[in-house]
């Protein structure tokens, strides 16, 4: 075999090796991103659906405490007997409150605001909280109760009055109207985020340790978490020290439009993949954010493999080759 005979296998033989391994990575690609996509869009409406059945629990033991209200609106202390009655069914509640129309008892004036809350020794006081310098009646949550006339969850907010029950807030909301149709009072249940925390906490450990969801999964290294989105794309709850906020303009439409979607963004300089959707009930999503390396490990591998057989190949041929006499 001569000389160019023998460069012409040699180089025949890298070219067709070269097509082979930019057909199998591109394969080995089209596979990973398809199966954690699939896998990532089914783990964050499982997280949805988890969150919203959370979600409804919570509401339903707090209207257990407003229906309670609602059959006490004879007299202000049997509505204060009322909020004590059940605060038990919910720990997660810091306080629940029934804020009355103006004159509703006419005793009380303008201002009969209840309040029923967790003090620091976990038992629970309570405190009036209406007046002219905390005038409710201009609040938007009960400017809200009095137009929808049904129940809904507020707003985030920060509360400090630096006791134990300053923090990260949202309510749950509920008009209540007396036997003559008449509004009473707007009732509402405070709750931190601490329950929220725990739940996607929980719900994160699910997912590593679930071996049907993992059955098949090709990014071995799985580096994702999940987060809660406001409407105006910031950063409900998310693990300690991450930084998840959405600021695109059309990212925070698609959000408050509750819709469903995947978006590519550097979180805290790692670039990474959000897939989101809604949660039932209230204007918030749900967020998966999975680091791209994760799904890059996997391919990595691959080439690293296809390397080293074709290193070990070129050799081959190459003795082989040299052994032919030309």
């Known amino acids: ?83 004590y009655s059940k605060t038990s069914l919910n720990p997660e509640v810091r306080g629940y409150f029934a804020a009355f129309e103006p004159n509703y008892f006419p005793a ?33 949550w009960y400017i809200r109760a009095k137009q929808s006339s049904d129940s809904f969850w507020s707003d985030p907010y920060y509360y400090y009055d630096g006791s134990n029950i300053s923090g990260h807030y949202t309510t749950f909301v509920k008009p209540v109207f007396d036997a003559q149709g008449r509004l009473a009072c707007v009732c509402g249940a405070d709750m931190t985020f601490e329950w929220l925390g725990k739940e996607l906490q929980r719900i994160d450990e699910d997912f590593r340790n679930n071996e049907l969801l993992n059955q098949f999964k090709l990014d071995s290294d799985g580096d ?31 959000l ?6 995947t978006i590519d963004l550097d979180i805290d300089g790692v670039p990474s993949t959000i897939y989101y959707c809604p949660i039932e009930r209230v204007n918030w999503s749900v967020a998966i954010v999975v680091a791209k390396q994760s799904m890059w490990g996997v391919l990595l591998r691959m080439a690293s493999i296809l390397l080293l057989v074709a290193v070990i190949g070129f050799l081959i041929i190459w003795f082989a080759i040299r052994k032919v006499k030309g």
């Open 256 to 261: 408050s439009e509750k819709k469903s979607g």
């Open 108 to 140: 009380k004036g303008t201002w009969f605001e209840p309040y029923v809350v967790h003090i620091d020794s976990g038992d629970f006081e309570l405190r009036m909280v209406g007046s002219a310098r905390h005038n409710y009646h201009k609040s938007g």
């Open 224 to 254: 994702f978490f999940t987060a809660v989105l406001d409407d105006d794309g910031s950063c409900i709850v998310s693990p300690e020290g991450k930084k998840v906020t959405l600021t695109q303009e059309q990212m925070v439409l698609s």
């Open 1 to 83: 075999m001569t000389k160019h005979c023998k460069l012409y296998v040699l180089l025949t033989t890298i070219t067709v090796f070269v097509i082979f391994a930019a057909i199998a990575l591109g394969a080995c690609y089209q596979a990973v991103t398809t199966e954690a996509h699939v896998r990532y869009a089914g783990m964050m409406n499982i997280a949805s659906e988890k969150l919203g059945k959370t979600i409804r629990g919570m509401e339903m033991n707090a209207m257990n405490v407003f229906d309670e209200v609602e059959k006490h609106l004879d007299s202000p202390d049997a509505v204060i007997a009322a909020l």
